[in-house]
């Protein structure tokens, strides 16, 4: 007879194919922010991909969800530096469910230190944006044609605050120490490649936005952050959960103390 697993897991597979379930994929899940982000959509009923480069830790975050009761969560390798496995993980979806309905681009690294703009170097600074910009090219590029079966395809691209070039601008403003020639930029860049991707897929009904979580307590910034990965994966939720009357080209962050938490660029 078959078991509890079994059934759900029949059960999931049919509810893909018949398109019933939202799906999302959310790389770099399998801690932190993008862990998170993968509970709090799975407890809303999506299906959720969850993108680890290794496969190890992916399957032990998907089984926490899954002892948590959260059946609708599966681990895919993905190393949104690699094309090689970006597609494989593009195959895989594909086969499964066959749309995709939200991308959230969450891998992000921070590079070395120090992130002097005189003396770092270029080597360095490449590492940083092969993940966080071009690897968000590569991996969104790969899954429009999947995104575009969705009723409203929505991509989430997570950005930072420190990719303000307005806020890095104003000496008020609480992070303008914090300039760094390598992850700043990056996200700069990622937000661009977001603009540009949002104008250019708006006829198409897709919400593309560039989402700062906020300064949040992981192991990226040795758990200095004053947030928590709930809020900060709340707040990435919201705008993974867009309907056909969302926003589209937008930067968002929870710092910014306005109604619509609206950024400037
Ligand atoms: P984190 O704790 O360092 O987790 C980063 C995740 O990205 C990990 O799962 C990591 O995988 C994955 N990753 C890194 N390189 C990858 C690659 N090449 N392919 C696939 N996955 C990769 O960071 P976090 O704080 O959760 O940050 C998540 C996102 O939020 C990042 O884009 C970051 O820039 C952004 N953000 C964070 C803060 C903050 O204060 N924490 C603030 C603003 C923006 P491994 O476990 O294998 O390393």
């Not at 993108?51 to 059946?71: C, H, Q, V, W, Y």
């Not at 700069?188 to 991707?197: E, F, R």
């Not at 104008?199 to 004053?226: M, Q, R, V, W």
Request: hydrophobic fraction near 40%.
């Amino acid at each position: 007879m078959a078991n509890d697993a079994d059934f759900y897991s029949a059960n999931f597979a049919l509810q893909l194919k018949n398109k019933e379930m939202k799906t999302v994929l959310i790389t770099g899940a399998n801690k932190s922010i993008g862990f998170e982000t993968a509970r709090q959509l799975a407890q809303k009923g999506y299906f959720v991909y969850l993108g680890s480069r290794d496969i190890d830790n992916g399957t032990k975050a998907a089984s926490r969800l899954k002892a948590e009761g959260l059946a609708n969560v599966e681990a895919v390798t993905i190393d949104v530096c690699n094309k090689a496995s970006i597609e494989a993980a593009r195959k895989f979806i594909e086969s499964k469910s066959g749309v995709l309905d939200v991308l959230i681009n969450n891998a992000g690294i921070l590079g070395s230190q120090p992130q002097s703009a005189s003396e770092m170097s270029t080597d360095e600074i490449r590492k940083v944006f092969d993940t966080n910009f071009f690897g968000t090219i590569d991996v969104t590029q790969a899954f429009l044609a999947l995104l575009e079966k969705a009723e409203v395809p929505v991509i989430v691209n997570v950005t930072s605050g420190l990719g303000s070039l307005t806020l890095h601008s104003d000496p008020s403003w609480k992070y303008y120490p914090y300039k760094t020639a390598a992850y700043g930029t990056s996200k700069t860049a990622q937000n661009a490649y977001t603009v540009v991707l949002a104008h250019e897929l708006k006829d198409k009904g897709f919400k593309i936005n560039a989402i700062d979580p906020g300064y949040t307590a992981t192991d990226f910034n040795n758990h200095s952050g004053p947030n928590s990965v709930e809020y900060a994966a709340a707040f990435v939720t919201k705008y993974a959960l867009l309907d056909a009357d969302g926003p589209t080209g937008k930067y968002f962050s929870p710092d910014i103390e306005s109604e619509n938490n609206e950024s400037p660029w």
